[in-house]
């Protein structure tokens, strides 16, 4: 994988890691209790997309 897709890819990772905190703090304010269940999925899509960055950023550097 190229540096640069895993950079798009880390990116996506990022707001997807941003995302719970966002959903969480709108369900509070708004009520629903529904997108709990949510969280912990998109949180963990989030870090898996992060992987690959780190992985190819380390392979790059030797």
Same mark, same amino acid.
């Given at each position: 994988?190229?540096?640069?897709?895993?950079?798009? +890819?880390? @990116?996506? /990772? *990022?707001?997807?890691? +941003?995302?719970?905190? @966002?959903? $969480?703090?709108?369900?509070? @304010? =708004? /009520?629903?209790?529904? $997108?709990?269940?949510? =969280?912990? +999925? @998109?949180? =963990?899509? /989030?870090?898996? &997309? &992060? =992987?690959?960055? !780190? *992985?190819? +950023? !380390?392979?790059?550097?030797?």
């Amino acid at each position: 994988m190229k540096l640069k897709q895993a950079t798009q +890819l880390a @990116i996506i /990772g *990022v707001i997807l890691q +941003l995302l719970p905190a @966002i959903i $969480w703090s709108a369900s509070n @304010i =708004l /009520g629903y209790e529904d $997108w709990f269940r949510y =969280l912990n +999925l @998109i949180s =963990l899509i /989030g870090i898996a &997309l &992060l =992987l690959p960055f !780190f *992985v190819t +950023l !380390f392979k790059s550097q030797k």
